[in-house]
């Protein structure tokens, strides 16, 4: 069972910043795409940041310029470090991965969230 673990949400004053890790199971990141996505309170899930199995990113426009996502294939670990955090930032942050195994199965995974809080 591959599993997607989320960590180093936490307090954090505006203009602030924090950097949130998401390692998987096995070697899940070797072949898998990840997305960065959040979830504030009463909102729907929305795409933060992707980055291919090849390091290509994209981001949300809300983010860009403040947030950059990574990844250490070797760790099994993507990154999100975000910077010059705003209130608005307020959310649970979820890792995503998706793609095909070797033998052509095709997964996505969630993990479990961890919570950003960005306050005074």
């Known amino acids: 069972q591959v599993q997607l673990v989320e960590s180093g949400g936490g307090l954090v004053q505006p203009g602030g910043s924090l950097r949130l890790s998401c390692a998987g199971s096995?070697?899940?990141?070797?072949?898998?795409?990840a997305d960065w996505y959040r979830q504030a309170p009463e909102k729907q899930r929305a795409f933060v940041a992707h980055?291919?199995?090849?390091?290509?990113?994209n981001y949300a426009d809300s983010v860009k310029g403040r947030f950059t996502v990574s990844r250490n294939n070797a760790k099994n670990t993507v990154y999100l470090q975000m910077s010059s955090l705003k209130p608005e930032d307020t959310a649970v942050y979820y890792c995503?991965?998706?793609?095909?195994?070797?033998?052509?199965?095709?997964?996505?995974?969630w993990g479990q969230g961890t919570q950003v809080t960005v306050s005074s």
């Open positions: 096995g070697s899940i990141f070797s072949v898998a795409a």
């Open positions: 995503n991965a998706a793609g095909k195994w070797p033998w052509g199965t095709a997964f996505d995974y």
């Open positions: 980055i291919t199995s090849t390091g290509s990113t």
